[in-house]
């Protein structure tokens, strides 16, 4: 969780588990699957075959990768589709190939990638799933890594809901020449290297261990807790007796507040945990990080989307 600001130390909870210790089961109604998405299918028919694959009544990936594009995809099993929405908030790495429609010098390609970097006018590609509007985004990082004649290997850094296609569209243009994407894949995804996806075969081998020789390992090794969706946002943890009460909708009170990260800002996302780093909610901070250490009541957040089962805590509220 890094640094946090400690309000008061709780005692040891008796309640709940922490999440890498859930039974499988749960894990399976709880979980991350993340992907190595191949060419081909849609992130839609990639997520259904998950769920298909094990037994789920649901689940659904965190930003969409067109059937040509590879790479991470994040898949959340069941009731962590809940917390889908955190991932919108986490910014993305690419590769890609941009292809040139004429020849153009090494140095002003490089002169020009540089001047992309920043915010960006960006309008959805035809083929795209949302409306064409003209839109902003940001570039962090953009980088030539290889040159071969007219094709270009690149790496990105972005804010979620980047088109890669539009940019390799925009720098052709801006070069005079034309240009599009021919190749890319997804090498991050918020907290989620391409180094922890895997493959749907692993998956389907690590379920099939477990249910014909009870060998939970592999799925333990491929599917991470829901709170891996949340490792990128500021946290709150909160009291044992506030958790029951913000699964029932209740926003959380200041006096429930136990720790929380610095820098928090008023209407940012954040994670209101366990102690024991157990997901509760997403909310929306209505103080900031220095607003709560001070204040003694009030509302420190405002409850977005509740992630735990009501009565995993007792009711230890009025």
């Known amino acids: 969780m890094g640094e946090m600001i400690v309000l008061h130390e709780p005692p040891?909870?008796?309640h709940g588990r922490r999440p890498e210790e859930r039974a499988i089961e749960q894990l399976l109604h709880f979980g991350v699957f993340v992907a190595d998405k191949p060419q081909g299918?849609?992130?839609?028919?990639?997520?259904?075959?998950?769920?298909?694959?094990l037994g789920l009544p649901r689940a659904g990936h965190a930003g969409t990768l067109d059937p040509r594009v590879t790479g991470v995809l994040p898949i959340a099993l069941d009731n962590a589709t809940r917390a889908v929405d955190a991932m919108l908030e986490g910014d993305k790495e690419y590769v890609g190939v941009l292809q040139l429609h004429q020849d153009v010098d090494e140095a002003r390609i490089r002169s020009m990638l540089e001047r992309f970097t920043g915010e960006v006018w960006q309008t959805p590609p035809v083929r795209s799933a949302v409306k064409r509007e003209?839109?902003?985004?940001w570039i962090y990082e953009i980088e030539p890594l290889e040159?071969?004649?007219r094709l270009v290997l690149f790496r990105t850094r972005c804010e979620s809901g980047t088109y890669i296609r539009t940019l390799c569209n925009d720098v052709g243009e801006a070069l005079g020449v034309g240009g599009h994407m021919l190749d890319?894949?997804?090498?991050?995804?918020?907290?989620?290297?391409?180094?922890?996806?895997?493959s749907l075969l692993d998956l389907?081998?690590?379920?099939v261990a477990w249910k014909d020789e009870g060998d939970e390992s592999g799925l333990r090794h491929v599917i991470q807790p829901m709170e891996s969706l949340l490792r990128h946002l500021p946290q709150i943890v909160v009291k044992d007796t506030a958790v029951d009460a913000i699964c029932h909708g209740s926003n959380l009170a200041v006096p429930g507040v136990t720790k929380l990260?610095?820098?928090i800002k008023?209407?940012?996302?954040?994670?209101?945990?366990?102690?024991k780093g157990e997901g509760v909610a997403l909310a929306n901070a209505s103080m900031t990080s220095d607003e709560i250490v001070i204040a003694k009541s009030g509302i420190a957040a405002d409850s977005k989307r509740v992630l735990m089962e009501p009565g995993t805590y007792p009711k230890l509220w009025k």
């Open 12 to 14: 040891e909870s008796r």
């Open 134 to 137: 003209l839109r902003t985004r």
């Open 261 to 263: 990260s610095p820098g």
């Open 204 to 207: 389907k081998d690590a379920h």
């Open 147 to 149: 040159f071969d004649g």
């Open 41 to 53: 299918p849609s992130s839609h028919q990639v997520s259904a075959w998950v769920r298909d694959l």
């Open 266 to 275: 008023r209407g940012g996302l954040v994670a209101v945990v366990t102690g």
């Open 184 to 198: 890319l894949r997804r090498t991050r995804t918020a907290t989620f290297p391409e180094a922890q996806a895997h």
